[in-house]
């Protein structure tokens, strides 16, 4: 569930089945237009519901990377590392636009990008993303 | 069979004379259109009369799918508007009834006027009758902002800039209609209340009061 | 209003009389000066008004008579049912269906998209499931580890779910159903409710 949803009262009990953070990278460098803005972040939103939806009561999505690529590799992974250390066991970065499998995040656990299921047609993508998520579970689980 | 009915009551309550007395009196020559046809004049009252009653019936009738609340008053119009049965026509009503219901006060009060039957004793019933025409021009104002259209947003701005330009006590009252700093949510259900609820209520003591004077005090003479 | 009753039941009185008279005293009614039968100018007066008054109160009350009663006269149709699957295809195995929801609630419109888990149960009857787990809303799947077999496993903590949806770890209830409407070959599925099935 997004991070909005959760309030001061009932994270309590919702962070021992809440382990996991979703940190989404939109990946805009200001030169877009209004238009190209939406359609960049439609992207991400469909990335997102992949993942968020079948996995609503696990995965808590946080505020997301607006601006910035590649070069803002190194303080994405520091935001991975102080999500860990605040009590999530997993990070998952995700990103449409970004080609992040290319820069080091040691501290995210899996990297969802659009390369990673390129060459999967529509319904594959969801029984894809299920997979490595629940094979991410598993390995420390 | 209504006879019958009509008999069981009357034979318990004694009925008769309290209708008799609303009822039953003479027309007097001079305001009868079948003596003189110009004396058509004296039907404006019972004109404006007659609408109100529509407008009050049309009105009670719209409110089972009016919502008054800034996000759903224009969608719940549109839809008793566009997709129930006669909605247009029991909209249309009201929406044309409070215009025409203006034009006949305001014949009834040039055919008083003119009559000069503003004139002693019946001094009372002209302020009454005023009183009528404020409650009614309230009754106008406030439901023109509850369809919540652009129309109706800026009419309302428009009056309360009106309301605000009062000496002294102009920003508070403003403030007052609008119950709160803008036009908005508060404005919407204030009006809707005002037009439902209040002026209906003291529009139906003054108009009781109009016509119980009329009766006592008689039509005004021929001139 | 009285007036006119009375009138009418002494018109209609009148008439029935006339018609008997004319059966059985053919010769006797003939000699008679003719009666005249016509109504007397008050009485015209009074249809005339009481007629008028009808049509208008009619004509400002019916319209309003009318849009009030519009809900009960509204097609019901289908209502929020939603066509997903043949019959044919529904198996004592849960399968996979999803669908679009569209409800309309007077000036509210939402449409949702939806999954099903349908099956039928050994004595023929077809009913479906929602997806949702009953933990913490994530969706479940059907027989996805050979730890459970032949159940609803939700991949997030483990709660999992008999065919029936039954809860058996971690949810504390039962998998909601789908109201279902079976017509003409087709299974239809209507609104979420709580699970009927679980005893």
Known sequence: MKFSEINKDSWGELCLYLDTCLIPVTGLNGTESPYE???ALERLRDMMDLVEIPFKGRIVTYPSFQYGKEEIAQYINEVCHNVKRAGFAYVIVISADVNLNAVQLDNADLILTPSAFSEFPEGGKQQFTHEIIQELWQRKG | MFKNVYNWIDERLDITPIWRDVADHEVPEHVNPAHHFSAFVYCFGGLTFFITVIQILSGMFLTMYYVP???????SVEYLQTQVAFGQIVRGMHHWGASLVIVMMFLHTLRVFFTGSYKAPREMN?????LIFFV????????YLLPWDNKAYFATKVTLEIANSVPVLGPVIKELLQGGTIVGAET??????????FLPAVLLTLLVGHFIMIRRQGISGPL | MINVIEMVNEWSAKGVEDCMSNQHDEHESSHK????????????LTYTLGGATAFMVGGVTLP??????????????EGAFVKVAEISKITSEPQEFSFELQQQDGWYSSTASLTAWIRKDE????????????????TIGWNTSKDYPDQYLCPCHGAHYTKDGKQLAVASKPLDEYKVMLKDDWVYLGEVVPNTIVK
């Not at chain 3, 004595?123 to 994530?138: D, E, F, Q, R, V």
């Open chain 3, 33 to 44: 000066p003719p009666i005249r039968k016509e109504m007397s100018r008050r009485q015209f």
């Open chain 3, 123 to 138: 004595s023929g009857n077809i009913y479906a499931l929602s997806p949702i787990c009953k933990h913490l809303g994530c």
């Open chain 2, 188 to 197: 919407l259900t204030r009006f809707f209340a005002i037009h439902v609820f």
């Open chain 3, 64 to 77: 309003m008579v009318r849009f009030a009663v519009d809900p009960i006269l509204q097609k019901k149709g």
């Open chain 1, 37 to 39: 803005v939406v359609r």
């Open chain 2, 136 to 143: 009614m021009i309230g009754l106008g104002l406030t439901g």
């Open chain 2, 69 to 75: 609340d800034i996000i759903n008053a224009y969608a």
């Open chain 2, 126 to 130: 002209w302020v009454v009758g005023m």
